[in-house]
Every structure is written in structure tokens, then in C-alpha cells.
């Protein structure tokens, strides 16, 4: 760098030579340098006076490069490109230090995140989100993303953030379990919506002491549908409590009963030990936590008859135990 300083008189010499030879005229490279036409020329005179050469053909018809000017050009050519890539890498990664990847159920992102998205910006406005969406079961590597919601077990090279045991309960609109309640829905109409790839069996996990034996059944292989389905009053559902905890606080979706489940299976954040934590990342990972600890809170003082932290906290080492 020292030597370039003196090869030329100076940076903004090169700026101006640059932009009049890409340009093709003194009027186009000034408009693009906020300068006068006078200021570009006298700039590249300076140039040539300083390099001993002729730079630029100066003609009626327009500016042509000579062959000292088309030598020149090419090597600031180059270099601009080189600059552009270093800064648009450097752009890219202040982007990549502000941005987290979740891999994430497609029900999770709509029926969960989505509905509180404007307080995940207002609490973090500096991260960006990315997402990589499974469709079905939760399950795979998160060695690509920063941090993945997982119900498997991982060994050390994972870090693990417990959110809350895997909970189920039937669920279905006010209104649904009003009519259920009054007796308002005939036996042949009463529905269950039902998840058609669900493990474990959804018969297996709760009993409806036969109240829909005579009734019928839709069945989604994508969740995202099934709780679309019992937000619109189509029938009861199974609920994941880490999917519809958003519609049970602000009393969109209801519990069809008191029956519940906790399958003994961890809800958890899970991120790979071969990537930085960084604080983005990390930021995340506890706001993520925090709500789904204080909707757990919320869901047990609206519905004390679940008895939901208690059963949590007694059920949460004894996989599949149900509660009736």
C-alpha cells in the first residue's frame, strides 16, 4: 500500500479514472461521484501528469482509454471487485451474527410462534429468523441449524434445553364443548380429529369413554390442519401442548375433558456442540424457554382441574404414566 500512495497523487484520482473510463464521459462520472465535470477532469490531469502518460483520449465524439488507460482500468477493475467481495462477505456475516435457524414443526412455527411473533420482535428486535420446517414428526440432525426442537435423546456432543415434558389433551372450541355438554350434537355428528401418522396411537392416548364411537373421524397427516380443523369447530382433537399452549391461553381452543397425558418424552431445544454459541443463538433458546414456561403457568391457573404443573413435575420421570 505504501508504494501505491506513490505511484498515484491519490485514492480519489483512482475514483475518478475508474468512473469516467466505466462511464464513457467526465458528465456521467461526476453525477455518480457528486462532483462537477471540471473536478473529474482536472482529477484524472492530475492522475496523468503524476504517471507521465495520456489515460484518457479526450474526443468530440467522447472519451476513449488508451492503451496506458485500458492497463490501468483492468487492474482497478479487479481490485473494486476484490473490495466488493470482501464487504459484501463482511455484510454477510454481521447478518449471519444477528440471524438464528430453528428446525421446527410446520404446526409449531403456525399455531405457536406465529401467533407471537410481534412480542419476539419487540423483546429481540435484533434477530432475524430463519427456519427449517419439517412437516411431520420432529426428528433428524441439527447440525446444519442453530438450534432444533427435538423429543429424542442426544448425546454430549448436543446441548440440551429441557422446555417441558411431552403433554397431550383432547381439545376443541368453547362452543364445540358446550354443545358436547348440552347434548347438542347428535351421536352420529360428534368428530374426532385425528392425526393419521400420530405416535403414539391416538386411542391409546386418551379415552372417550365410547363418546365417539358412533361419531366420525378426520384424519391429516400434517398437524398444522389437525388444529386448524378444532379451531373451526370441526370436532375434538389431540393436542400438543408444546403446539396449541398459544390457543388454550387466549381460550381460542379449550380441554374437551380433564384427561391428560404425559408420555414421559422430553420437549427440548437441541443445538450441536460444533457450532458457536452465540449470543444471538443463546438469546433465542431462553426467550423460547421462558414462554413456554410462563404459558405452562398461564394454562394451570385457567384449567386448575388438570392439575397440569403438578402432574408435570410428578409424571416427568415416569415415561407414559397417564392421569385420568
Not at 287 to 296: G, M, S
Request: hydrophobic content about 45%; proline content about 6%.
Amino acid at each position: 500500500m505504501s508504494a501505491l500512495r506513490r505511484l498515484v497523487p491519490s485514492m480519489n484520482a483512482l475514483l475518478a479514472f475508474e468512473s469516467a473510463a466505466r462511464c464513457g464521459s467526465f458528465a456521467r462520472a461526476a453525477a455518480e461521484l457528486s462532483v462537477t465535470p471540471p473536478a473529474v477532469s482536472r482529477m484524472i490531469a492530475r492522475l496523468e501528469d503524476h504517471l507521465g502518460v495520456r489515460l484518457i483520449q479526450r474526443m468530440p465524439t467522447g472519451n476513449t482509454l488508451t492503451e496506458s488507460g485500458a492497463i490501468l482500468f483492468e487492474g482497478i477493475e479487479k481490485s473494486f471487485r476484490g473490495v466488493e467481495a470482501a464487504l459484501r462477505e463482511i455484510e454477510r456475516r454481521r447478518s449471519d451474527d444477528r440471524s438464528v435457524t430453528l428446525s421446527v414443526s410446520t404446526a409449531f412455527t403456525t399455531h405457536w410462534l406465529m401467533p407471537r411473533f410481534s412480542r419476539f420482535q419487540a423483546d429481540l428486535p435484533e434477530i432475524d429468523l430463519r427456519f427449517q420446517l419439517l412437516p411431520g414428526p420432529l426428528g433428524g440432525p441439527v447440525d446444519d441449524v442453530d438450534l432444533g426442537m427435538r423429543f429424542d435423546a442426544f448425546g454430549r456432543d448436543h446441548e440440551v434445553r429441557l422446555l417441558a415434558p411431552e403433554v397431550l389433551l383432547p381439545i376443541c372450541t368453547p362452543a364445540y364443548r358446550e354443545r358436547l355438554r348440552n347434548g347438542r350434537i347428535p351421536p352420529e355428528s360428534e368428530a374426532v380429529i385425528n392425526l393419521s401418522s400420530a405416535q403414539p396411537d391416538w386411542s391409546n392416548l386418551v379415552d372417550f369413554n365410547g363418546a365417539f364411537e358412533t361419531g366420525h373421524s378426520l384424519a391429516f397427516s400434517d398437524y398444522t390442519i389437525v388444529v386448524q380443523a378444532a379451531l373451526l369447530g370441526q370436532g375434538v382433537a389431540l393436542g400438543w401442548l408444546s403446539v396449541v399452549a398459544h390457543w388454550l391461553c387466549v381460550g381460542s381452543l379449550v380441554p374437551a375433558s380433564t384427561k391428560l397425558r404425559v408420555t414421559g418424552r422430553p420437549c427440548q431445544l437441541v443445538r450441536s456442540r460444533t457450532r458457536p454459541l452465540r449470543p444471538a443463538v443463546a438469546a433465542v433458546r431462553d426467550w423460547i424457554a421462558e414462554e413456554v414456561r410462563r404459558e405452562i403457568s398461564a394454562i394451570d391457573r385457567t384449567y386448575p382441574e388438570l392439575e397440569l404443573v403438578a402432574t408435570m413435575n410428578d409424571l416427568s420421570g415416569r415415561a407414559g404414566a397417564t392421569r385420568s
